[in-house]
């Protein structure tokens, strides 16, 4: 992209702030536009620098907000393009954990991961950076027809199957439609959630569509060859885990067709 990622980073951790401000400075393509423990500041913040992401810390329990009533402020803002929204949070509760999904986060990491660092959330935003700015482009000048836009899904829909053949995924998996149709959907629009609107489209259970999708992703990692694996797959890997999670593989697929086109 032409242009660095504007990050607002809104957390009352000092240490967790101090880390994150060291690894934006030596990240390449993203600036640090406002740091604050205040969501009363942080939405000033946003009205006056429109960030294209923030990375929210959830447990604002010291200051004068809390994380999730933020994302409930940002909603009645009615900004004309919302930012993304990168959660970092202490807890492991899963229940939470999808209450801030649904409140609109798009993104989280917990720290409490034996490999979480600072430099984990500058490294996520940038491989999802090319897709948060994907998103801001609407110039409104070019209105394209029914015609133009099914050719395009067309062309984008096989641009996918190519790339997943390059890395082994099976085409004999159920989770290989469930990857095109996700990898699709976020080219289109990052947002929370796209594993309910996969199961949606599908008319399968969210939990069983999450379930196929990673099995046909750890498939490839396990029956494919490792040089080819990383000749094509370029984003960073857990080396706890091994394997890209579902949203990592989906996000990295979405900007490297979005990209490369």
């Not at 984003?235 to 490369?260: C, D, H, L, M, Q």
Request: glycine content about 6%; charged content about 25%; overall charge neutral.
């Amino acid at each position: 992209m032409d242009r660095d990622l504007k990050v607002l980073l809104i957390e009352d951790d000092a240490t967790a702030c101090r880390d994150i401000i060291k690894a934006a400075d030596i990240t390449d393509g993203i600036r640090l536009i406002g740091v604050t423990n205040s969501t009363d500041k942080a939405v000033q913040c946003v009205s006056d620098g429109l960030p294209d992401a923030i990375i929210l810390g959830i447990e604002l329990n010291k200051t004068s907000g809390k994380g999730l009533p933020f994302m409930q402020q940002l909603r009645d803002m009615k900004l004309e393009i919302f930012p993304y929204i990168l959660v970092t949070t202490n807890s492991t509760d899963a229940a939470a954990n999808d209450t801030a999904r649904e409140m609109g986060a798009d993104f989280i990491i917990c720290k409490q991961q034996s490999d979480y660092k600072a430099a984990n959330v500058m490294d996520f935003l940038g491989s999802v950076k090319s897709v948060i700015l994907g998103k801001k482009k609407q110039s409104g000048t070019e209105v394209l027809s029914v015609e133009d836009k099914e050719d395009i899904d067309k062309k984008t829909h096989k641009r996918i199957h190519a790339e997943l053949d390059l890395i082994g995924v099976s085409p004999k998996v159920v989770g290989r439609s469930y990857l095109v149709d996700g990898i699709q959907r976020i080219m289109e629009k990052p947002e929370p959630n796209f594993s309910r609107k996969i199961a949606a489209h599908f008319g399968k259970s969210v939990p069983s569509v999450e379930r196929a999708m990673q099995t046909a992703i750890t498939g490839a990692w396990k029956n494919n060859n490792p040089q080819e694996l990383t000749k094509y797959y370029t984003a960073r890997i857990s080396p706890t885990k091994g394997i890209p999670t579902v949203t990592e593989f989906i996000y990295f697929y979405a900007s490297k067709v979005k990209n490369n086109w």
